[in-house]
């Protein structure tokens, strides 16, 4: 969305603030979590994520940009030209082939470690919720 509300020769910038922002949130957001779930329960949290995202979506409904939409349209009147472009670019090299098969060991690989991170120091460190997200 960012290169669709944001003139070109500022796109450089603005995804730098982009990357930045969610770089912080990751590094802030765990431990607030982990005071939060301490503070108010699992339950007050999720409900506080559900309203959050709620909130997110309809904000992200009202945004207006001055171009048209960047999906085009196939033969048949659907919109998948370009993921179906992609792909096929994708297997045409063996180096993206590589390169997304690397990925998805990786995202396998922290999905595995942030479950047992958690396993870790419930069942080896006798912490809680609130040691966890101080921890990570």
């Known amino acids: ?3 669709r509300i944001v003139p070109e020769d500022q796109l450089s910038q603005a995804n730098s603030v982009n990357a930045t922002t969610e770089s912080i949130a990751r590094l802030v957001g765990a431990p ?3 005071v ?3 503070a108010g329960g699992l339950s007050a949290v999720v409900v506080a994520d559900g309203v959050t995202l709620l909130a997110v979506a309809l904000a992200t409904l009202s945004v207006r940009t001055p171009t ?3 999906n085009p ?3 048949d009147g659907g919109t998948h030209v370009g993921v ?3 792909w096929k670019a994708i297997r045409g090299s063996q180096t993206l082939v590589g390169y997304l098969g690397v990925q998805a060991l990786a995202s396998a690989a922290f999905a595995m470690f942030s479950v047992l991170f958690i396993s870790f120091v419930i ?4 912490g809680n919720e609130a040691t966890i997200g101080i921890i990570r």
């Open 1 to 3: 969305m960012v290169p």
């Open 32 to 34: 607030l979590g982990g």
């Open 36 to 38: 939060a779930v301490a």
């Open 68 to 70: 048209a939409t960047l």
């Open 73 to 75: 349209v196939d033969s």
């Open 84 to 86: 179906r472009d992609g």
């Open 123 to 126: 069942d080896v460190l006798d």
